[in-house]
C-alpha cells in the first residue's frame, strides 16, 4: 500500500532563507506526487505535482520539487522564504492509479523576520 | 470562476444526530472527493464521486455516506453522530478524475463540525 512519510512536523526558518521539506513516498508502482499548502482557516491548495513527465517539478509561489526514483523522495524547496510561506505543508500519494491521495502528517513552516 | 463551495462553514451537533454537508463543485467539473481532516488522524478519503457515481471509498462506516447530483454537486451525510465525528471536512473538485488525467484537485474551504 501507498504511503506518504514527512520529516519534522515543524520547520523554521529566517525570512530570505532556503525551505526545505522533505518527504519521502513508498510506493509498489509510479507514483503520481502532490505537495498541498494549508493558510490558517482555509482549505488546501496545490502547489504542484509529480506526473511523470520531468523529475524537477515547479509550482507556484517559487517553490519546486525534484522526484528521486532512487531515494523515494520527493522534498519540497525554495530558495528563499518569505513571510507569506508560513502555513502547513502536505506531501500526498495517490493509491494505485485511483484518485485517492494519501496524505503526509503535515509540515508547520514558521517564518522569522 | 467560483472555486469549490462548501456549505455551510460551520456546524455544531449534539452526539446522535445527522448532518448533512454539501458541496458544490467548480463549474463544469464533474469529480468531487471528500476528505476529513483531524489533528488525530490527518487528512483520509472519503469518498470520490464522478458522474454520479462512487469510484473509490474510504475507511469510514457506514454512518457516513455520499452521493453526487446530475449538475456534480455532492453531498455527505453523517448519521448518529459521534465526538470523534468532530472534524474539518473537505470536499474537492476537478474536471475529470484528476490522477488519471493529470489535473490536480481544488479543495473547498472546508465545513468544520463540532459534536457535542
Known amino acids: 500500500a501507498q504511503s506518504v512519510t514527512q520529516l519534522g512536523s515543524h520547520v523554521s526558518v529566517s525570512e530570505g532563507a532556503l525551505v526545505l521539506l522533505r518527504c519521502n513516498y513508498s510506493s509498489s508502482v509510479p507514483p503520481y506526487l502532490f505537495w498541498y499548502v494549508q493558510y490558517p482557516n482555509q482549505g488546501l491548495q496545490l502547489l504542484l505535482k509529480y506526473t511523470s513527465a520531468a523529475t524537477l517539478v515547479k509550482g507556484i509561489n517559487g517553490f519546486e520539487a525534484e522526484f528521486k526514483k532512487s531515494e523515494t523522495s520527493f522534498h519540497l524547496t525554495k530558495p528563499s522564504a518569505h513571510m507569506s510561506d508560513a502555513a502547513e505543508y502536505f506531501c500526498a500519494v495517490s493509491e494505485g492509479n485511483t484518485d485517492k491521495l494519501i496524505f503526509g502528517t503535515g509540515t508547520r513552516l514558521q517564518v522569522f523576520p | 470562476k467560483a472555486g469549490v463551495t462548501q456549505t455551510p462553514r460551520y456546524l455544531i451537533k449534539t452526539r446522535g444526530q445527522q448532518v448533512t454537508l454539501s458541496c458544490s463543485p467548480i463549474?463544469?467539473?464533474?469529480?468531487v472527493s471528500w476528505y476529513q481532516q483531524t489533528p488525530g488522524q490527518g487528512l483520509q478519503f472519503l469518498f470520490e464521486?464522478?458522474?454520479?457515481?462512487?469510484?473509490n471509498k474510504g475507511n469510514f462506516p457506514g454512518r457516513f455516506s455520499g452521493r453526487q447530483f446530475s449538475n456534480s454537486r455532492s453531498e455527505m451525510n453523517v448519521s448518529t453522530l459521534e465526538l470523534g465525528d468532530s472534524a474539518l471536512y473537505l470536499c474537492?473538485?476537478?474536471?475529470?478524475?484528476?490522477?488519471?488525467?493529470?489535473?490536480?484537485?481544488?479543495f473547498g474551504s472546508g465545513t468544520r463540525l463540532t459534536v457535542v
Open positions: 464521486y464522478f458522474s454520479e457515481t462512487q469510484r
Open positions: 463549474s463544469g467539473h464533474r469529480s
Open positions: 474537492a473538485s476537478s474536471p475529470e478524475p484528476a490522477v488519471s488525467q493529470n489535473y490536480g484537485y481544488t
